[in-house]
C-alpha cells in the first residue's frame, strides 16, 4: 500500500528548517535508490541553505485534492530524515544523475551541469502514513516501507 502510494509521485514537499528555528516548505523532483530520497537542488535555493546548516528534513507526499474522496481524509506519508550533501565527482553521482535524467526527462539535459547544483540524500529514520480515517499507520522496517499497526491509540470518540 505505501509503496504503491508513494511511486505515483514525481517530487516531493520538503520542510527544512532555517537559520533562524523557522520552518520552511518547498518542493524538488525525486528519485529513490535504495530505501533513500535523492533531490537535485540549486545553492541559490533556501531550502539548499537550510539543509547544509540543520540536516533535519521531513518528506511529505499528500493526495491530490482533486481526485480524493474527502478533503478531510486526504491520503498522505510524511518520512523523518537526515540530509547528506553527496560529492560531484563519484560513480554514486553520475549513477543517480542517470536515474534524474530517466525519471525526470531532457531538463537535467541542461542541469546537470550546472556546477551549482548537488544531490543531496534523505535517509529516513521514521514516518507515518494516512490512508484514510481510523487508517493511520507509523513506517518502520528496515527500508522504511513498512506500515506498523499504531499500538495504544483510542482514536476518535
Keep these: 500500500?505505501?509503496?504503491?502510494?508513494?511511486?505515483?509521485?514525481?517530487s516531493i514537499v520538503l520542510s527544512t528548517i532555517d537559520k533562524n528555528n523557522n520552518p520552511f516548505t518547498s518542493y524538488a523532483p525525486y528519485?529513490?535508490?535504495?530505501?533513500?530520497y535523492y533531490v537535485y537542488l540549486s545553492s541559490m535555493a533556501r531550502h539548499t541553505q537550510n539543509l547544509d546548516n540543520n540536516n533535519n528534513v521531513s518528506l511529505f507526499f499528500i493526495e491530490d485534492e482533486i481526485s480524493c474522496a474527502n478533503i478531510f481524509?486526504?491520503?498522505?506519508v510524511v518520512i523523518q530524515a537526515n540530509s547528506k550533501k553527496l560529492p560531484r565527482d563519484t560513480k554514486e553521482f553520475e549513477t543517480l544523475i542517470s536515474m534524474f535524467e530517466k525519471?525526470?526527462?531532457?531538463?537535467?539535459n541542461m542541469l546537470?551541469?550546472?556546477?551549482d547544483f548537488s544531490i543531496y540524500e534523505f535517509k529516513p529514520h521514521g514516518g507515518?502514513?494516512?490512508f484514510g480515517f481510523g487508517e493511520a499507520y507509523n513506517i518502520g522496517g528496515e527500508n522504511f516501507d513498512e506500515l506498523i499497526q499504531r499500538q495504544g491509540q483510542t482514536g476518535h470518540k
Design 103 to 108: 525519471e525526470h526527462g531532457a531538463t537535467m
Design 1 to 10: 500500500m505505501l509503496t504503491d502510494f508513494l511511486k505515483e509521485f514525481k
Design 31 to 36: 528519485v529513490k535508490k535504495d530505501a533513500k
Design 73 to 76: 481524509g486526504r491520503k498522505r
Design 128 to 130: 507515518e502514513a494516512i
Design 112 to 115: 546537470k551541469s550546472m556546477k
